[in-house]
Structure formats: structure tokens, C-alpha cells
């Protein structure tokens, strides 16, 4: 059985290689799942740019499972908050789509770990 640890893993694969509806689909599923998400355990991944993201997508559905319409509770792990910015900046857009976001606002919580996601990313009803 898939757990939340591997659905997150997948997640990150597919945004580092910009495969967006299969990505957008693994949201729902863990919405599905009901995962608590504050259970997303400590990463061991030794790259900055795996763990900035993992850390990003958890807190992203923190905030988007707790928003109307879906008002859970839920909790961002502790892990998360000591999860640095990366070095060099990175997008979750693809390289020929960057221009047309150029001057969209960005994810507030994506933005503190030097990566930019549309504000709205990830939202889905």
C-alpha cells in the first residue's frame, strides 16, 4: 500500500520534471487518502532542492485542506520549519512557460524556500 512519504516523492518527481496533470492528480489523492498530513515523515533525502519542495508541498496542503471549502485541522509537521531556502532558484513552471508568470504573484510558501509556484498552485475544489 502507497503511503503518504511515497505519494510525496512521487509528487516532487513529477514537479522536477514539470509533469503537471499526473501531479495535479496526486493531490487529490492524498486529499482522498485523508492522510493526516502532520504523519509526513522527517525526509532523508540529502538533496536541498527534494527536501525544500517536500517541505513546501506539505505546508501548501496544510493551507488548502484547511481553507473553505474543506475547514479540516489539519497540522504542518514540525520537520517543516527547519527546512532552509534553496541556493539557487528554482520553478515549478516549465523553462518555455516562465515568461507568461513572470509577474503573477508567487506562493508565499514556496517563495521563503527560493522557489516559485504561482500564488494559487496547487488549488484544486
Known sequence: MESLDDTLNEMVDLLLVY??????????????????L???SVPSDNDPLRLALKACLVERMVELWNAPPKNADERVPDWCSTIPAVKEQFSVIKPE????WKNEPSSPIFEKRNIFAPKEF????
Open 38 to 40: 502532520v504523519s509526513a
Open 19 to 36: 509533469d503537471e496533470i499526473p501531479f495535479l492528480d496526486r493531490i487529490q489523492y492524498v486529499w482522498r487518502r485523508a492522510w493526516p
Open 122 to 125: 496547487m488549488f484544486f475544489l
Open 97 to 100: 512557460k516562465q515568461t507568461f
